[in-house]
């Protein structure tokens, strides 16, 4: 009983309101969630696209520093050792110079993620500026620069690559500019196309009634609400940027010979296919389909992580 | 709808000019003129041979003549090689390329809505699985890889069909297969999701309900509205496919204007190229022109619009 009595008895003073602490009071005590960190969460759950992460950077350390690290050069030529299959000396074998194709993967995947990423971020500017400036301003200019795109889109892409780069001359930069040339059209329709519905959003006519200039509401209310899409474009233009460049090399329109990229390499396996030196197209082929493979699930990763009618 | 037409046409008509201005602006930028080689031709010679193709005039005169030569559907004559004409190699070459895109895409459009169906149908079961695994691999592989793996296993290793040329049914398995892998990829993926999309729809539950067989359902109803975003991306997925016969050509030595393309290229036989580019991408614009007529008899709002404007 007196045990009892004794929780019932509340000191009065435990009955007076707190005081009020404006700093507490609207404070969030759970970290915030935000966009990024909520699609990040959504992109570390899906396994394929993570492995894929994961392969690209590997694949990115190999690039940078297999060449530096490999006893052969990548031109190096050593005709008494040419197609000689895998061995402790050559992990991927010789081509028909007795250059090491262990050597020449890595510095195939140079070629290929640089062209990638370059074309990918090029097109990217253009996209962002081109495409930012038709869906904010609207009206005629909006009506007449959509035209200009939609003749654009029209365009067979890689003849017009092609003919670029017959005239330009076969390197890796004019690969890029040509990819580049082309490219940017399907960057700049997505930007418009989510700048035109998000530039009528709420937040967006509050930021204007608070005096923002166009400038800070470009920056601050439409540029990141646009990223999402944008990113999983660019995701997704790296691996048809490599492939275009492993096209063009397989023409004979790339990268020459005794430099190496991924299309070279298997472009110079076709004629001793017959010879059984296998190693010589597989690893090329394997880096390259592997790689595209990588940017696809990790860009359709992206593409459910960062859209927000998925996010819970 | 007409007037929907008549504007698709005339943008049709400015992308083909767009590419053929570019093309010879591009190639007349190219420093020194194609008869400058090692050996010193008499100057006699190098005049008549300008004169024979026109090099000698100002390069607005030029470019009439190329118009015309386009419109007239006559290229002219190769640079490199003296008894043909772009005419000529084309007529050789593309009817071969064309076969191969045709039945390529034919391929590739009936086995990917096949593939696309059966993988929404079981969403997330095993099929669905399969499809779509074979889908992302497909996407990943390009063309010319798995053109070079399917001969070494295929034809060589297995000897089960022949590694190349393009002489019977049976030659043209591979080559079709290598060209057409990807594009299936690209259609099944997009045949599921927009299936998944359409299953969902209330005039489904219609359907089912009024009792109408399972086949009846998926083909008449689900079908017709999901393929939608099939035919829109078609006119694009010629141009990947039309573009691949080169180095699917090259690989399987098909004699198809690729292989002209290709060797145009290397030679540097600048009519051939301008030619062909020209040729190709009007009959790529052209097809991209019939696309989007062919959307537009097929969309259902766009024919309840026009009847609404009847009535």
Known sequence: MVQKDERVTIPDEWFKPKEKDSDIAESVVRPSLSYWKDAWHRLRKNKLAISGLVFLIVLTLFAIFGPVFSPHSVTGTDYPNQNKAPSAEHWFGTDEAGRDVFTRT??????????????????????????????????????????????????????????????????????????????????????????????????????????????????????????????????????????????????????????????????????????????????????????????????????????????? | MAVYIVKRFFMMIATILIIATLTFFLMHSIPGSPFDEERTTNPTIQANLEKFYKLDQPVAVQYVYYLKSIVTFDFGPSIKKPNETVNSLLARGFPISFELGMITILVAVISGIILGTFAALRHNGFIDYMAMTFAVVGISVPNFVLATLLIQQVAVTWQLLPPATWSSPLHMILPTL??????????????????????????????????????????????????????????????????????????????????????????????????????????????????????????????????????
């Open chain 1, 106 to 312: 890595w510095y195939g995947a140079r070629i290929s993620l640089f062209v990638g990423v370059m074309a990918a971020l090029i097109d990217f500017f253009i996209g962002i500026i081109y495409g930012g400036i038709s869906g904010y301003k609207g009206g005629r200019t909006d009506t007449l620069m959509m035209r200009i795109i939609e003749i654009l889109y029209g365009l067979p892409h890689l003849l017009v690559v092609i003919l670029l780069m017959v005239v330009m001359g076969a390197s890796l930069t004019t690969i890029i500019i040509a990819l580049t040339i082309t490219g940017w059209v399907g960057m700049a329709r997505i930007v418009r196309g989510q700048v035109l519905q998000i530039k009528n959003y709420e937040f967006v006519t509050a930021s204007k009634s608070f005096g923002a200039k166009t400038p800070r509401i470009i920056r601050k209310n439409l540029l990141p609400n646009t990223m999402g899409p944008i990113i999983v474009q660019m995701t997704l233009t790296v691996p048809s940027a490599i492939f275009a460049e492993a096209f063009l090399s397989f023409l004979g329109l790339g990268i020459q010979v005794p430099f190496a990229s991924w299309g070279v390499m298997a472009n110079d396996a076709l004629p001793v296919i017959l010879s059984g030196y296998w190693w010589r197209l597989f690893f090329p082929a394997f880096f390259i389909s592997m790689t595209m493979f990588a940017f696809n699930v990790l860009g359709d990763g992206m593409q459910d992580a960062l859209d927000p009618k998925l996010r819970g």
């Open chain 2, 178 to 311: 290598a060209l057409a892998t990807g594009p299936t990829a690209i259609i099944a993926r997009l045949t599921r999701a927009s299936m998944l999309e359409v299953l969902t729809q209330d005039y489904m539950k219609m359907a089912r309900a009024k009792g109408l067989t399972p086949f009846r359902v998926v083909v008449r109803h689900a079908l017709r509205n999901a393929l939608m975003p099939v035919v829109t991306i078609m006119g694009t997925m010629l141009a990947g496919i039309l573009t691949g016969t080169f180095v699917i050509e090259k690989i399987f030595a098909i004699p198809g204007m690729g292989k002209y393309f290709v060797e145009s290229i290397n030679n540097r036989d600048y009519p051939v190229i301008m030619g062909s580019t020209v040729f190709y991408s009007a009959f790529l614009v052209f097809m991209l022109f019939l696309v989007d007529i062919v959307y537009g008899f097929l969309d259902p709002r766009i024919k309840l619009h026009r009847k609404d404007g009847d009535v």
